[in-house]
Every structure is written in C-alpha cells, then in structure tokens.
C-alpha cells in the first residue's frame, strides 16, 4: 500500500473491511447510547451515525474534501508512530503494510530505526525515549488517535472518522450529564443529548473530515464540566482531573492550556475571594501561584526575544500574549475574522473544497437568534453558562486576532448547541405530542 492510493482513493464500496469499521461503530455507538437514551432511540441516533459516512465513502469519496488540511499529516504521524513501535517491539500487522517517503519534518524515524539494527529491546527503549523527549510527533494526541484508529480500522482514510465519532458520542454522554446537573430533567438531557448528536455542523465536520476537532471538543466539555463541579462543591479529585485535563489540552492546542488556566483562576477568584483565608495560607498560595505563573508562562503562545550572549550565556525572553499586549493586527482583518468565527462560513462563498458545509452553515445562520435566545434563558436558570459564554466570547476575540475562524470555533461548539436546543426544546418540542414519541422506552 502506498499514500497515493490512500490520498486519492477509489470509492471503497470493493473494500469489505469497509461494512465492518461502520457495522462495529455503529455497534459501539448503540452500546453507548442505549443506556441514557433507550434502545429505540439509540437505534435510530446510530444509524444516522453510521450511514453518512459510510454512504459518502463506499459511493462519493473522492480528493475533494480529503487532503485541504492537517489530515494527511495526521495520518502519516499516526502510521509513523506505528512504524517506530513495530520496530521497537519486533512486530508487524499485515494490514498496515505501507510504503510512502517520509515527511521531512520526520526524518528522524528512519534514522531511529537504522540504529535500532544492533540494540536490543532495552537499548532500543531508552533511545526511542531520548527521541520521546525531543520530537512532537510522540505529544501530540490527535498522532494516537490516528495510530489507535489505524490498529482497529486499518490504514485508510474513514479509519480515523471512525475514531472521532466514537469520540463525539462519548462528548453527547458528558453533554447529558452536564444538563443533568445542571437541573434540567430527564427529558430536556436527552433532548440536548440527540440534538448535539444529529446537529448539522457536528455531522458535517465528523462525517467527512479526519481532524482532530472532535478529539478537542470532548476535552472542553468534559474541562467545563469539571470546573462546574468544582463550582458548585470544591474537591481535590475534582481539581486534579481538571489540571490534568487542562495540562493534557496542550497536546491538542498549546496555547489552551495557558487560556484555561488565567480564566479559570479569575473566575474562581472573582467568585470566591476570601482574604482572611489567604492571609491564613498565605505561604502555600505564594508556592502555587509561582508554580501556575511559571505554567501560564510556558504554556501561552507569544513572541520570543533572543539576546546577545551575556556573561557567556545566550538569553531568551519569552513575551506571552506579544500580538494581543502590543495590539499588533489588522483591524479590517480582525473584524472580518470576528464575523467569520461566529457566523462562518459564509453559505453563498463556499468553496468546492468545502461545500460539504454548505447546509450547516445555513442552518447555522438561521439559528443565530434561536441561540441567543436560548443563551438568555439558560443563563436565567444557571448564571455558570455565562463563564462558558464569556470565555467562548475571548476565543472569539483571540482567534480573530490571528486569523482563526470556524473550524476552530468547532470545539467550543457545544455551548451554542446547548442555547439552540433550549429554545428549540423549550418553544417547539415541550409543547407537542412529539415529546413523547422521541422519548417512550
């Protein structure tokens, strides 16, 4: 197998592995989904899953959608991951034969694996992890998911959407239990929960496109789902699986970790300052002020500055925030990236190579005040849905500032989601009999 015939394939309908990647996710997500939403239900929702991008690779794949972004680089990263792997163990799965040139970026893997000839498998372990230690390809998480996908599905292109709507149906179960939570009951959880799901830009990015959007959505659900409970009761467990949430978004997008960490803190103070009790553990907060300073430091994107060698020493000085601090942008720019971020893209200026967004970003249009709406009165009920608006609003802002527009704005998508299906729920399903059709068990 070579990268060619993975780059441009023909439609896969001769391949049989094909039906049984789809049979065993559709199988995965009813076994998920049944649970929370009744076997009825979970059927349906699952199929609607399944079908679209099993349909659209068996009979319509071709190069359009495929090869306009980071896919490919994720799917030679994850290949390349197991090509590391393999050697290092000494084994080989068939299926995952390949034969393509190596990125240039990652030129090392055929240099680790021609000194790996003569070492045994020690050896060759405390030297794949000096290269561990000095490469990203091994720290980026979106890499994993594109070398675990490939073990289970084989090396192809649906093999890694197969892995990210898994990973969009776990978000839907964090997503229920959000709204549990937060009070609602039973039925609007499982409302919120199949409208998150069948959701058009949702469909839309995780049906076609192999990026690592949907791996990014579910760690900002489950973030904000965390920081909620630390919210409302304060816990050590809570906290650490939220730090280690928020250190592990450094694997997906590096500068979250920094963003998560300085609104977080905020918000926390804001709500909860208590002097006396910071005079009274004065020396504990200084040490875990410094330790999160030094974090935020490391963890945010800015602008370095080298100086001159001083006393025989070379010095770097890292100036996080450097656009944002020194207002470095276009303004033309920033606006239009700001409208493009909230209300992108544009369904009358879709281009070929992205008109699998056309109807989403239609009905996106539609629902701009259906989401506001809907944002006003959940707000009403639990004012923690304003954090989440307020940050959501400084991505908005931060993105614009570097160009970002909609597919990064697709992680955060869940809140928006949310303020459309309450009003939808609250206007349209509450009041008629379809309530209890899509809800009996």
């Known amino acids: 197998m070579d990268l060619d015939s993975i780059i441009s394939p023909l439609p896969y309908f001769q391949d049989l592995w094909l039906y049984c990647s789809f049979s065993i996710l559709f199988l995965i997500s009813f076994l998920i989904l049944k649970k929370k939403l009744g076997i009825n239900v979970a059927i349906f929702v699952s199929f609607i899953k399944t079908s679209i991008p099993l349909i659209y690779f068996s009979i ?11 896919d490919q680089m994720y799917m030679s990263a994850g290949i390349l991951i197991y090509d590391v792997l393999s050697s290092l163990f000494n084994l080989n799965i068939s299926y995952l034969d390949f034969n393509f040139p190596y990125d240039q970026y990652y030129s090392f893997v055929k240099e680790l694996k021609e000194q790996y000839i003569d070492l045994n498998f020690v050896e060759r372990f405390y030297l794949t992890i000096d290269y561990f230690s000095s490469n990203p390809l091994f720290f980026k998480s979106i890499h994993w998911v594109a070398f675990f996908s490939f073990i289970f599905f084989g090396f192809n292109w649906y093999a890694i959407i197969i892995l990210n709507i898994i990973l969009n149906i776990i978000s839907s179960i964090y997503i229920y239990k959000f709204s549990i939570i937060f009070n609602y009951s039973k039925y609007y959880a499982k409302f919120l929960m199949i409208f998150f799901l069948l959701n058009l830009e949702i469909l839309s990015w995780t049906s076609f496109m192999s990026l690592k959007e949907s791996l990014a959505l579910l760690v900002n659900i489950v973030i904000f789902y965390y920081f909620y409970k630390l919210f409302k009761k ?80 070379k010095i770097s000085i890292h100036i996080p925030f450097y656009k944002i601090i020194t207002l470095h942008y276009d303004l033309i720019d920033f606006v239009k990236s700001f409208f493009s971020f909230w209300l992108g893209p544009k369904p009358w200026s879709i281009n070929l190579n992205n008109n699998f967004l056309f109807i989403s970003a239609t009905v996106h249009y539609l629902l701009v005040i259906p989401a506001l709406v809907g944002s006003y009165q959940i707000s009403k009920k639990n004012n923690y849905f304003v954090v989440m608006i307020i940050f959501l609003i400084l991505m908005s802002l931060i993105y614009s500032f570097v160009g970002f527009e909609n597919r990064h704005r697709f992680q955060f998508s869940f809140i928006y989601i949310w303020a459309q299906s309450h009003f939808i729920y609250y206007i349209v399903i509450k009041n008629f009999y379809l309530r209890k059709i899509l809800f009996q068990n």
Do not use: A, C, E
């Open 60 to 70: 319509y794949v071709d190069n359009t959608w495929h090869n306009n972004g980071d």
């Open 234 to 313: 304060f816990s050590i467990k809570d906290l650490s699986v939220l730090l280690i949430l928020i250190l592990f978004t450094y694997t997906i997008r590096t500068y979250l970790t920094g963003f998560y960490l300085i609104y977080f803190i905020f918000i926390y103070l804001l709500l909860f300052y208590n002097f006396k009790f910071i005079l009274k553990n004065y020396n504990y907060i200084l040490f875990l002020s410094i330790s999160i300073l030094i974090v935020i430091y490391q963890f945010t994107p800015g602008y370095t500055v080298h100086v001159i060698y001083f006393f025989g020493y």
